[in-house]
């Protein structure tokens, strides 16, 4: 074969590739979104890229960082893989579609005894993510690690990120893998969730609480994707509700990252995918941001905590740490995101707004996949008069999967310090977390 016959096979080949990746698109999974596929992340780095900012002509230096991150990329729990298996016999029994003839010999590879733990793919996107911060953000380090401080939820998942990403931050910051982390684990900045009585009484134990996900499950949405989703497997659409689609949703994801299969994934069409990510979204939007103000308000430890290391890098004599990182979840991330009125929709996520919701920023596939972060950083703007004297200023910049993101205290990319700090001020200053939440409750493992 001469050379341009070998360049046209390659050609076709790529082609072919692309459009096999190319039919089910891959960033659409809500929750369960593998950072890789989450849209518009940046996956390489440049050195020292994020270093600077610049406000009015003036130009800033980072002198700390304060990261949040989800833990990486997951099995299923055990619920859902039950939950599965069942749906998995009654489709058996019922399916007459030839292309459907997967179920006949799929097993549920899935085992109870691993569930939600951190599986390789998720380890991967943590590695990644810090060598990408140790390179982003180089000369901050100044090759060392040693005044960083790490932070974890309880959870094996969590730790298990954390230590993936040292050995990435280490990689980039030194020039060799660490696996030696001992992160201070903290569930009362990590978890409040699982022990705020308040947030238990108004969001998780109100029965009333979910009633837009509730109705969205009979919208005519979702029955058009049930329609489409029976179609392909030759069954009745009744046969399917809302529930066995979000399990072929999230077991088509799933399988995708761990197994790198995707037989249910022909189910389901862009569209379809759409709809039922907009379905979860109305769960997390009500459940762990803004349904209700207690959401935001019981994460105000962890926000005190950020901008008050802020408030401590500010003074040099007092500037002990570079910076932390904190690994939680995403009930730790979306309340976050909702005390900084982050990702703020003018309208709800309501059962009626589907297609004027289409284009929201509140989109979990984006803004809440496997690994999701977000990254606060103080710049300091040295400024010197012509006495000699001098008053740096200080700035903030905000990262959310390692995208600028617009800081609501000035609508700007770049905020000043002392803007940020009074526009959080409730969070900040008056934050109680016994008035938020009364008496805390025992955390359900
Ligand atoms: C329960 O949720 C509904 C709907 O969000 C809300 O109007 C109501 O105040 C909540 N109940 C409690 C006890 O907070
Ligand atoms: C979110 O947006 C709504 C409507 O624009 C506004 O009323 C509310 O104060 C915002 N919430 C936060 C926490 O910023
Ligand atoms: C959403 O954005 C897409 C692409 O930018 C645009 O074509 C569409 O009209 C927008 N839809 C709404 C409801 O704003």
Known sequence: MDASMTVICYFVYFLFLFNFTDAFRKDIFSTKTAYKFSADVQLSSVENQFMKAELNGKSCSAVNFQVLLRHGARYPGYKDIRKMSQLHEMLKIIVKSPEANFIHTWKNDFPEVMEKQLVDEGEEEQFGLGERFGKNFKDLFHGSVDSVDFYSSSKERCLDSAAAFYEGLTEAVIGESFDNLKPIIDDDILRFHATCKNYFHHVENNRSHLIHHKKFKTSSEMETVAR??????????????????????????????????DDWCYLLSDEDKEVIEYHNDIKQYWKKAYGHPVIGEMACPIVNKI??????????????????FYFGHCETLAPVYAALGLFNDSLPLTDTNFELLRNRSFKSSKILPFSANIATVLYECPDYAEDGSHSDDFVVRMFVNEKPVVIPACDEYVCRFDDVWNFYLNHIESCNIEKVCGAKIRDEL
Do not use: Q
């Open 228 to 261: 489409n989703v029976a179609n392909r497997l030759g069954v009745e659409h009744a046969e399917l509700d809302a529930g066995d689609l979000k399990l072929i949703y999230f077991w088509c994801t799933f399988e995708m990252i761990i197994l790198n299969k």
């Open 307 to 324: 901008f008050n290391n802020f408030k401590s890098a500010i003074d040099p004599e007092t500037r002990d740490s570079v910076g932390a």
